[in-house]
C-alpha cells in the first residue's frame, strides 16, 4: 500500500537490472534441483539442499546434470523477474520504491505477458515430450532440440510459435497473482516477525510467502493452463484469433466443468515447494547481491 511503513521491496526491488537475471537464474536452478531430488532422502528439503549444494559445490554445483531443463527454466525465471521489478520502477518511479500491492498486480502482469516469448516455446517442447512417452505410435524424440527442428522442419515459424496467445492468457492473470500472494504473504509475515522489515525474514518465512504465491498462481490460471495444454497437444498449430474459445468449448463438451481442473490438486501442491524455494532464493541472492 502507498502509504505504508512496511519496507516491501527493500533489497529486491533495488535491482531491474543485471542482478534480476542472475538471481532469477539461480532460483530457476534452484527449482531444477527440487525437481530431481524429491523423494531422494540426500536433503531435509528444497532449501536444505540449495544451502549444501553452494556451500559444497559452489553456485556451479546447482547446474550439475541438468543442462536441458536448466536452460529453459532459468532462462524464463530471469526473464521473468527483471521484467517484473521493470514494471515495479516504471510505476513507482524508482526502483527501491514499495509498491502498493495493485502495482505489484499489473508489474506482475506485465512480467507474464513478456515472460510468454520465452514461456510459450519450453512448455511447447516440454508438454509435447512428455506425451509421446505415453501415446501410441508416432515419433520418439530424443530431447528439445530434435523436438524443435522437427516442429520448424513441418510447420515452419508456426511450429515454434504454437499456442503462444494461449500462453500469453494464462501467464498474465498467474503472474499478477503470483506476485501479488508472495508479497501479500512476505508484508504480513514482515509485521507478524520482523517489525515490518522484510529484510529481517529468514529462508522459512520466505519460503512461506512463496507458497502463498506459488497456491496463488494456480487458483488465477488452472483452467487457462489447461486449455494451452489442449492447444499444444493438437495435431497442428491453430489458425485464427478463436483456436482458445474453441478449445474450451472442445474440453467442456467432453468433460465438463471438470475438465477445466483435472490435475489440479497435484499441480497446487508441487507448486507450494517450487515456488517456495524459488522465491527465498530469489530474494537471498538479491540481499547478497545488494551487500
Same mark, same amino acid.
Given at each position: 500500500? &502507498? ?80 521484467? =517484473?521489478? #521493470? ?17 505489484? &498486480?499489473? &508489474? ?24 509421446? =512417452? ?13 523436438? &524443435? ?25 498467474? =503472474?499478477?497473482?503470483? =506476485? ?36 496463488? #498462481? ?74
Amino acid at each position: 500500500m &502507498a502509504g505504508d511503513s512496511d519496507r516491501a521491496d527493500s533489497n529486491s526491488g533495488a535491482g531491474g537490472g543485471w542482478k534480476d537475471f542472475v538471481a532469477g537464474s539461480i532460483a530457476g536452478a534452484a527449482q531444477v534441483v527440487r525437481m530431481q531430488i524429491e523423494g531422494s532422502g540426500v536433503f531435509r528439503g528444497p532449501m536444505d539442499c540449495l544451502v549444501k549444494t553452494v556451500r559444497n559445490e559452489g553456485v556451479l554445483g546447482l547446474y550439475k546434470g541438468m543442462a536441458s531443463p536448466l536452460v529453459g527454466i532459468a532462462a524464463v525465471n530471469s526473464l521473468l523477474f527483471w521484467a =517484473y521489478s #521493470y514494471g515495479k520502477a516504471l510505476q513507482t518511479g524508482s526502483a527501491t520504491a514499495t509498491p502498493t500491492l495493485g502495482q505489484v &498486480a499489473i &508489474a506482475g502482469a506485465g512480467a507474464g505477458a513478456v515472460n510468454s516469448v520465452l514461456a510459450s516455446p519450453v512448455e511447447l517442447l516440454k508438454v509435447r515430450l512428455q506425451v509421446q =512417452y505415453s501415446a501410441a505410435g508416432g515419433a520418439v524424440f530424443r530431447g528439445p532440440v530434435s523436438l &524443435a527442428r522437427h516442429l520448424v522442419g513441418q510447420f515452419g515459424a508456426r511450429g515454434i510459435a504454437w499456442g503462444f496467445w494461449a500462453t500469453v492468457a494464462r501467464e498474465i492473470p498467474a =503472474y499478477a497473482a503470483f =506476485y501479488t500472494g508472495f508479497e501479500a504473504a512476505k508484508r504480513a509475515l514482515a509485521r507478524a516477525l520482523a517489525g515490518g522489515d522484510v529484510d529481517r525474514l529468514g529462508p522459512l518465512p520466505l519460503m512461506a510467502a512463496g507458497s502463498a504465491g506459488g497456491v496463488s #498462481y494456480w487458483l488465477a490460471c488452472y483452467p487457462l493452463d489447461v486449455i494451452k495444454s489442449r492447444v499444444q497437444n493438437s495435431a497442428a498449430p491453430p489458425r485464427g484469433a478463436g483456436y482458445i474459445a474453441a478449445a474450451a468449448r472442445s474440453i467442456a463438451a467432453e468433460q465438463g466443468l471438470r475438465g477445466f481442473y483435472r490435475g489440479f490438486t497435484p499441480s497446487v501442491l508441487r507448486s507450494i515447494p517450487a515456488a517456495a524455494v524459488t522465491f527465498a532464493s530469489y530474494e537471498l541472492v538479491m540481499r547478497a547481491l545488494n551487500g
